[in-house]
């Protein structure tokens, strides 16, 4: 397999991927405030959302892609 086809496919997957998924979700830690030895840490819950059109677009560029590299001239 060469590259562009590799490229190709996990843009389909991504795109598959982010289309039924929506998005997702992480949690990011950091210190809010430090006092001597004493530390307060706050968890923050984060939400990126990956709008549908973009997933469309990958999954037919990736689809493009993999079509486009299976003909030989």
Do not use: C, D, Y
Request: aromatic share 6%.
């Amino acid at each position: 397999m060469n590259v562009i086809r590799i490229v190709a496919i996990v843009l389909i997957v991504g795109g598959i991927a982010g289309f039924f998924t929506g998005g997702f979700n992480f949690t990011r830690e950091h210190t809010a405030v430090k006092i001597g030895p004493l530390a307060l840490t706050v968890k923050e819950n984060e939400s990126v959302n990956i709008p549908q059109w973009l997933s469309i677009g990958a999954a037919v560029v990736g689809v493009v892609l993999l079509v486009g590299t299976g003909r030989k001239s």
